[in-house]
């Protein structure tokens, strides 16, 4: 993981950053495990803006992932670590036995030449190895956590993320997320062995608007700066608000409101939520 930092010999290099990428070992895809990813550049069916800032992008492909790491007690040999361009985080492409080849979560310090195993039952903890929480020992750093058991990965997947098991108890284990909330899973939920890789992640800095486009981020304009048809900020002589408390283009409360589906099946298995810089801790 290594990042360079460029010079301010141009406008579009000041304060720019690239990840150079230097745990890929392998330049191009696997063909058979890419599908086409057509774009909607914040577009509906109708072609009507219902993204804002969303649109564009360099064109992708989607590279199809093991989330559920079902083929279980045949050891995988990886045989290279890729680049993706639809997350944060590498990939790792393993090879079984029987000449199958399966994307997976590149995890940290993993090496072209290591055994990866899927079980069931209870095997040796080391990294990439993937099982349920029941036989996983507590106190380790997990990622690609399951909510419920056989549906796949859904928690701890961007790059340098862990969660933390701490405790199991009847049904439930309990783990500590990146974020800081405490939440309880069925022990009969997978998880993977070790952090996410490629951690310098969060220290890119892309430096000039051109990148952002890239990645298919269009500019941001000020509700303040638009008209009051378009926005509950706009309009109004000069730079006023109307009396409107901060709100998006919708009239959705923007700062401290909750933005979460009440009553959602998994709220009860949040013991606490995660700690906020602004609003310190939340209330379950």
């Given at each position: ?65 093991d ?5 279980d ?90 969660a ?111 700690f906020s ?8």
């Amino acid at each position: 993981m290594t990042i360079r930092v460029y010079k301010p010999v141009t406008n579009s290099r000041r304060n720019a950053s690239v990840n150079l990428h230097t745990e890929v070992t392998k330049k191009k895809p696997e063909k058979s495990l890419l599908r086409p990813l057509p774009k909607t550049g914040g577009r509906n069916c109708q072609g009507k803006l219902t993204v804002i800032q969303q649109g564009g992008g360099h064109k992708r492909r989607y590279r199809l992932i093991d989330w559920r790491r079902t083929k279980d007690d045949e050891p995988a040999l990886v045989v290279g670590v890729e680049y993706d361009p639809n997350r944060s985080c590498h990939l790792a492409l393993l090879k079984y036995a029987d000449g199958s080849m399966r994307y997976i979560l590149a995890p940290k310090n993993i090496k072209v030449g290591s055994n990866v195993l899927s079980s069931a039952k209870q095997i040796d903890p080391d990294v990439g190895n993937c099982m349920t929480l029941r036989h996983i020992p507590t106190g380790l750093e997990l990622h690609a956590i399951e909510m419920v058991p056989g549906r796949g990965a859904q928690l701890v997947r961007s790059a340098g993320m862990s969660a933390r098991l701490t405790n199991k108890e009847g049904r439930f284990a309990t783990l500590v997320m990146p974020s800081g909330e405490i939440r309880q899973v069925s022990l009969d939920c997978r998880a993977t062995i070790g952090p996410v890789g490629n951690a310098d992640h969060a220290l890119v800095k892309l430096g000039k608007a051109g990148r952002a486009r890239w990645l298919g981020r269009r500019p941001r304009t000020r509700g303040m700066a638009m008209s009051h048809h378009q926005h509950p900020h706009g309009g109004g002589e000069g730079r006023s608000k109307g009396g409107q408390i901060p709100s998006n283009a919708s009239n959705t409360p923007s700062k401290g409101g909750r933005t979460r589906l009440r009553g959602k099946a998994s709220d009860e298995r949040i013991l606490r939520r995660r700690f906020s810089r602004r609003y310190g801790q939340l209330k379950v």
